[in-house]
């Protein structure tokens, strides 16, 4: 079974950019789809991003596209975020999550396995 870490989250000022990172524990993380969610206070959790096992396929919410970066490094068992230019309404918690099925597929389903949760909190 995949355990998964999630760190990197903070306060960060509109505009500005945090990377967040996912560390596997447990066999076979070079073959898990992954992807990050995020939770907004009062709000349901939504997919922002996900990254197929090889890392030649992602995929992007709406909101996050062009601003957000998902990467992966099987060698390390680490998923990674990038977020640049971000905005007030990206504060949220980010859960690291994996599934078997497609990274497009994952965008409408609830992934198998899940990490903890990191806040991000972005001041306007």
């Known amino acids: 079974q995949v355990q998964l870490v999630e760190s990197g989250g903070g306060l960060v000022q509109a505009g500005g950019s945090l990377r967040l990172s996912c560390a596997a524990s447990?066999?076979?993380?070079?073959?898990?789809?992954m992807g990050w969610f995020r939770q907004a206070p009062g709000k349901e959790r939504e997919f922002v991003t996900a990254?197929?096992?090889?890392?030649?396929?992602?995929y992007y919410s709406d909101s996050v596209k062009g601003r957000f970066t998902i990467s992966r490094d099987n060698a390390k068992n680490t998923v990674y975020l990038q977020m640049n230019s971000l905005k007030p309404e990206d504060t949220a918690v980010y859960y690291c999550?994996?599934?078997?099925?497609?990274?497009?597929?994952?965008?409408?389903?609830?992934?198998?396995?899940w990490g903890q949760g990191t806040q991000v909190t972005v001041s306007s």
């Open positions: 447990g066999r076979a993380f070079g073959s898990w789809t």
């Open positions: 999550a994996a599934t078997r099925a497609t990274a497009q597929t994952m965008a409408s389903i609830t992934p198998k396995l």
């Open positions: 990254i197929s096992w090889s890392g030649g396929s992602t």
